[in-house]
Nanobody
């Protein structure tokens, strides 16, 4: 079974760049037709899809976050990474990675000075 695990800092200062990595086990991120997403949930709000990277390496971003978001992958490590620049306290959320119908456990990120 495919398993996903998010990793990264739990606290980020305003205006800095948030970087989170999702490590995938039990399956390859280059699996045909697989899409690997980042999704977040701010406190008291619903899930927000942020973007995805496809098995081919193509990337897709939420229009509302596109200017600040980058997703890339390391196929040798079977990982994909989210970078979100110029963060504000509104970016405080639990961040999840998702792919092939499976979710990571989520990681809390707080933006605060």
């Amino acid at each position: 079974q495919v398993q996903l695990q998010e990793s990264g800092p739990g606290l980020v200062s305003p205006s800095q760049t948030l970087s989170l990595t999702c490590t995938v086990s039990g399956g390859s991120i280059t699996t045909n037709s697989a899409y690997w997403s980042w999704i977040r949930q701010p406190p008291g709000k619903g899930l927000e899809w942020m973007g995805a990277i496809a098995y081919s390496g193509s990337t897709y971003y939420s229009p509302s976050l596109k200017s600040r978001t980058s997703i890339y992958r390391d196929t040798s490590k079977n990982q994909f990474t989210l970078q979100l620049s110029s963060v504000t306290p509104e970016d405080t959320a639990v961040y999840y990675c998702n792919g092939l119908g499976n979710w990571g456990q989520g990681t809390q990120v707080t933006v605060s000075s």
